[in-house]
């Protein structure tokens, strides 16, 4: 298949244009680089520099592309952000992915793979949380996405557009060969900032809230190899066959992680201690999200082959030890 990854430059993005060379499909990403890395790229990968915005760029791409599915991961992803500064959000996380889906149905392009978030379930009230819980997100990152959600839901009743979205739980870990791995600016995720404390080159980690009514009183989440994210990608494109199919698959381990334990599995990989600081809560952060993955498996045949959290650090180790800076800047 002939793909084009928008935000392919970033996190997920760039691990999955790698799993798609490796799956013998031909990957096209359209990047603006405002977060994405240019060194998170392939040699030889067909790149398009432009927003998701520009309707212009966007015509020129699907003219020139004979583009059989969008995978869309471009998107801000910072949820105190998105409380302090929801336009950005909304202009780029629905704005800009208007402007997309608008360009796929001028070029008759009807298949989509849409990054979404267990942000949008909100507090949930029961856990492992499935796909059928109530979408009530607490912020406007986890509004967005919801609103993509609607949106694509519409689009397939009313145009045929076939779409697959996955709520990822924790995005985490590197590639196994430790070529790319997690970059963010600024970094906020648990895992960097762990292993950046424990190589010295970011400060004490702030553990946020050891009051929460868990078994050691920290936030539990459900941390997923971001490899594993992107073979699902691809697994799905079996699902996009019908005119107006639309799948919504959540994507975790369904094995909790406390903080505390996070912590212990960077200091055992690492051979190194984690400086801590305890902080009060984090505003926003729902004390548990773990995901019962159970219909990725059984219509995906998904399973992740990475399910707990030691392995997982393990290549994020790997990956932060080569580049204790990043990409780069
Ligand atoms: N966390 C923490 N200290 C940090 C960053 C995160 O204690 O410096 C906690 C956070 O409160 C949450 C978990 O680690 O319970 C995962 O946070 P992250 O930002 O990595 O992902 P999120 O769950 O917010 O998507």
């Given at each position: 298949m002939k793909v084009l990854v928008a935000g392919g430059a970033g996190y997920i993005g760039s691990h999955c244009v790698r799993q798609l060379l490796h799956a013998g499909h031909e990957p096209v990403v359209i990047d603006n680089f405002v977060y994405g890395h240019r060194a998170a790229l392939p040699a030889g990968v067909r790149l398009y520099e432009a927003g998701l915005g520009d309707a212009a760029a966007l015509d020129r791409l699907f003219a020139a592309e004979r583009i059989e599915v969008v995978m869309h991961f471009a998107a801000y992803c910072y949820v105190g952000e998105s409380v302090t500064n929801p336009l950005k959000y909304y202009l780029n996380n629905v704005g800009a992915t208007l402007t997309l889906l608008d360009a796929m149905r001028r070029h008759g392009v009807t298949k989509f793979v849409f990054s979404s978030t267990c942000a949008t379930y909100g507090v949930p009230e029961k856990m492992p949380m499935t796909e059928n819980l109530p979408q009530a997100p607490i912020n406007p990152y986890g509004q967005t996405k919801l609103d993509v959600e609607n949106l694509l839901k519409a689009l397939a009743t009313a145009d045929g557009l076939s779409f697959a979205s996955f709520r990822y739980f924790n995005a985490a870990g590197a590639a196994e060969d430790g070529s790319i791995g997690e970059d963010h600016d600024p970094e906020t995720h648990l895992i960097p900032l762990a292993i950046g404390a424990a190589q010295g080159v970011r400060p004490t980690l702030q553990v946020?809230?050891?009051?929460?009514?868990t078994p050691d009183g920290t936030c539990l989440r459900d941390y997923v190899h971001v490899d594993d994210l992107s073979r699902a990608h691809i697994a799905v494109f079996s699902k996009l066959t019908a005119p107006g199919a639309q799948h919504f698959y959540n994507l975790g381990t369904g094995t909790p992680t406390s903080v505390l334990e996070v912590i212990r599995a960077v200091e055992k990989i690492t051979d190194r201690k984690v400086p801590v600081k305890y902080a009060p809560r984090r505003e926003g952060d729902p004390p548990a999200l773990y995901a019962n993955a159970d219909k990725a498996r059984k219509e995906l045949g998904w399973k992740p082959k990475f399910m707990t959290i030691g392995p997982i650090v393990e290549t994020a180790w790997r990956w932060h030890q080569a580049h204790p800076r990043g990409f780069g800047r």
């Amino acid at each position: 298949m002939k793909v084009l990854v928008a935000g392919g430059a970033g996190y997920i993005g760039s691990h999955c244009v790698r799993q798609l060379l490796h799956a013998g499909h031909e990957p096209v990403v359209i990047d603006n680089f405002v977060y994405g890395h240019r060194a998170a790229l392939p040699a030889g990968v067909r790149l398009y520099e432009a927003g998701l915005g520009d309707a212009a760029a966007l015509d020129r791409l699907f003219a020139a592309e004979r583009i059989e599915v969008v995978m869309h991961f471009a998107a801000y992803c910072y949820v105190g952000e998105s409380v302090t500064n929801p336009l950005k959000y909304y202009l780029n996380n629905v704005g800009a992915t208007l402007t997309l889906l608008d360009a796929m149905r001028r070029h008759g392009v009807t298949k989509f793979v849409f990054s979404s978030t267990c942000a949008t379930y909100g507090v949930p009230e029961k856990m492992p949380m499935t796909e059928n819980l109530p979408q009530a997100p607490i912020n406007p990152y986890g509004q967005t996405k919801l609103d993509v959600e609607n949106l694509l839901k519409a689009l397939a009743t009313a145009d045929g557009l076939s779409f697959a979205s996955f709520r990822y739980f924790n995005a985490a870990g590197a590639a196994e060969d430790g070529s790319i791995g997690e970059d963010h600016d600024p970094e906020t995720h648990l895992i960097p900032l762990a292993i950046g404390a424990a190589q010295g080159v970011r400060p004490t980690l702030q553990v946020f809230g050891t009051d929460y009514p868990t078994p050691d009183g920290t936030c539990l989440r459900d941390y997923v190899h971001v490899d594993d994210l992107s073979r699902a990608h691809i697994a799905v494109f079996s699902k996009l066959t019908a005119p107006g199919a639309q799948h919504f698959y959540n994507l975790g381990t369904g094995t909790p992680t406390s903080v505390l334990e996070v912590i212990r599995a960077v200091e055992k990989i690492t051979d190194r201690k984690v400086p801590v600081k305890y902080a009060p809560r984090r505003e926003g952060d729902p004390p548990a999200l773990y995901a019962n993955a159970d219909k990725a498996r059984k219509e995906l045949g998904w399973k992740p082959k990475f399910m707990t959290i030691g392995p997982i650090v393990e290549t994020a180790w790997r990956w932060h030890q080569a580049h204790p800076r990043g990409f780069g800047r």
